[in-house]
């Protein structure tokens, strides 16, 4: 058979209103405002990060897009010129061809 143990000193329960209580459940929400503050303050840099790489992108894309258009609008520009001097020298040929042939050949019909 075992001795007895001896008994443990007892600290008097104090209801849960009394002030030492509540001191303590207010610190520890307190702590636990503070985290979660800690951790609002950090997902509000993530997204502050998340926003500025998607606006970063939309505008990359922006300006691939508009860069593309350019090309194109250049190239048609080209083109354009292309054919204005082909044109142009259709029109000076007709002028020479004209002007060397005698005044009384305008005259004929058609």
């Not at 307190?30 to 992108?57: H, P, S």
């Amino acid at each position: 058979m075992r001795p007895p143990m001896p008994a443990r000193p007892t600290v008097p329960e104090q209801p849960s209103g009394t002030p030492r209580v509540r001191r303590a459940t207010a610190a520890s929400l307190k702590t636990e405002i503070d985290l979660l503050q800690a951790k609002i303050a950090e997902l509000e840099g993530l997204v502050a990060d998340r926003q500025t790489a998607f606006r970063a992108a939309d505008e990359r894309d922006r300006a691939e897009s508009l860069l593309a258009e350019l090309l194109r609008m250049t190239a048609e520009l080209m083109s354009a010129r292309e054919t204005s001097a082909r044109l142009e020298g259709e029109l000076n040929a007709l002028r020479l061809q004209r002007s060397q042939q005698p005044w009384w050949w305008r005259l004929l019909p058609g």
